[in-house]
Structures are given as structure tokens and as C-alpha cells.
């Protein structure tokens, strides 16, 4: 099993979609780690109770110094002895450098369906544009935020009396159904990228559209 880090900064109920598919020991992937920028994310309890061993890399500490940050990230994913690392609610930019070390091996889960509204506020701005259908998306990152090859998408409709909250839980639901998905190919090693396109070996694209 591929040793799994997840780095979150609040919540955690992705983590928790993860590390409930984790349970299975046909799962690829071990979640050997949780990791927080914040000291006070809800997800470190979740993450503790389920028995993953849990570290807190303060970026306040750092005071916009990222490279310090994201070094001392590096120094805990070393210890641990980690592969590949899945962002669920991670809300710091990684920097070039880092997403490069680790590109192929890191993994994000957006709000929207990219490239449409990448960055925050998704669901108020998927309500604000009239879009009839919105959703979730899990990529690869690369440098850009919010950014890289699509593993796996779905979509939700929006209904007319959406508010940013209702249409927000429609959609999480869709990312704990897709996350753990998509986090199972990557870590069985059925993912290539091709010209900038994620292929999974053995998944028609049409089923990665909807997971
Ligand atoms: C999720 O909706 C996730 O997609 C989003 O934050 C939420 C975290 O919830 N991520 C981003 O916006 C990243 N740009 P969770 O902590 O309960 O998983």
C-alpha cells in the first residue's frame, strides 16, 4: 500500500471520506499521516480518534516565509516516509518548487468543476454566473492554483433556491464519492499523463467524468 499523507487545514470531511476507504486493506492507498497547517483544525481530532498519527506545521509560524514552510513540511512527509500526499481542504498555495518535487504524486479536491472557478467562493459564484450544473473536481496539481490534469469529476444541479450552503453540501457529498475514487488509481500507480491529460488504465474517460 502506497503511504498516503493528507494535509488538511480545517474541517477534515474529506479526510474522513479517505480514511474511511482507507479502512479496507484492499485499499492502495495507507493513510500514514495527517497534516495541518493549523493547529485548531476540527480534522486533527477526526484524523487522531481514527488512530493516523497526526503533525502540525504552523504556516502562521513562518510569517510568509513559504520555503521555510513547506521545508519543514518536507522534513515531516521524509519522517513519515511518505509517497504520495492528497490536499483535502488544504488551503495554502504550494509553491513551484514543492509541487514539482512531488508532481505525479500530489493530488487535490476543488469545489467546482475545472478550470471553471478555480480559487475560493466557488459556490457562491457558480449561483452568481446562473450555471445550472456545478460540482467537484479531483487533479493532479501543477504549478497553477487550482490547476492540472483532471482525475475525476462530478456534477450537481443547481436549483433555483440554492443558497452558497445547500448547493455546497450537494457538492461535498459528490467529493466523498469521488475523492476516495480517484485517490485509489493514483495509488495503485493506473495513472499516466499524457500532453497534459491524466489516463487511468482501465477506467473509460466517460466513468472518470463521473466517477
Ligand atoms: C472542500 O469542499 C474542498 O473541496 C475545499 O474545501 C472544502 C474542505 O472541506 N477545498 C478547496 O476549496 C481548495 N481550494 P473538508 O475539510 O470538510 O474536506
Do not use: K
Not at 198 to 206: D, N
Request: include cysteine; charge should be neutral; glycine fraction near 10%.
Amino acid at each position: 500500500r502506497t503511504r498516503t499523507a493528507i494535509l488538511i487545514s480545517g474541517r477534515g470531511s474529506n479526510m474522513a471520506a479517505l480514511l474511511a476507504a482507507a479502512r479496507d486493506p484492499a485499499y492502495p492507498a495507507e493513510i500514514a499521516l495527517v497534516l495541518s497547517n493549523r493547529a485548531d483544525a476540527a480534522g486533527l481530532a477526526r484524523a487522531a480518534e481514527a488512530g493516523v498519527p497526526t503533525a502540525v506545521v504552523e504556516s502562521r509560524g513562518f510569517r510568509g516565509d513559504r520555503a521555510g514552510f513547506e521545508a519543514a513540511v518536507q522534513g515531516v512527509l521524509a519522517a513519515h516516509g511518505i509517497a504520495l500526499i492528497a490536499l483535502a481542504g488544504f488551503m495554502r498555495v504550494l509553491t513551484p518548487g514543492f509541487v514539482e518535487h512531488w508532481a505525479g504524486r500530489l493530488v487535490n479536491i476543488h469545489p467546482s468543476l475545472l478550470p471553471s472557478f478555480p480559487g475560493l467562493d466557488t459556490h457562491e459564484r457558480a449561483i452568481a454566473a446562473g450555471l445550472r450544473l456545478h460540482g467537484c473536481t479531483v487533479h493532479l496539481v501543477s504549478a497553477g492554483v487550482d490547476e492540472g490534469p483532471i482525475l475525476a469529476q462530478a456534477a450537481v444541479p443547481v436549483l433555483p433556491d440554492d443558497t452558497a450552503a445547500s448547493l455546497a453540501a450537494r457538492v461535498l457529498e459528490q467529493e466523498h464519492r469521488i475523492y476516495p475514487a480517484a485517490l485509489a488509481w493514483l495509488a495503485a500507480g493506473r495513472v499516466r499523463v499524457a500532453a497534459g491529460r491524466a489516463v487511468v488504465e482501465g477506467i473509460p474517460p466517460a466513468q472518470g467524468a463521473l466517477a
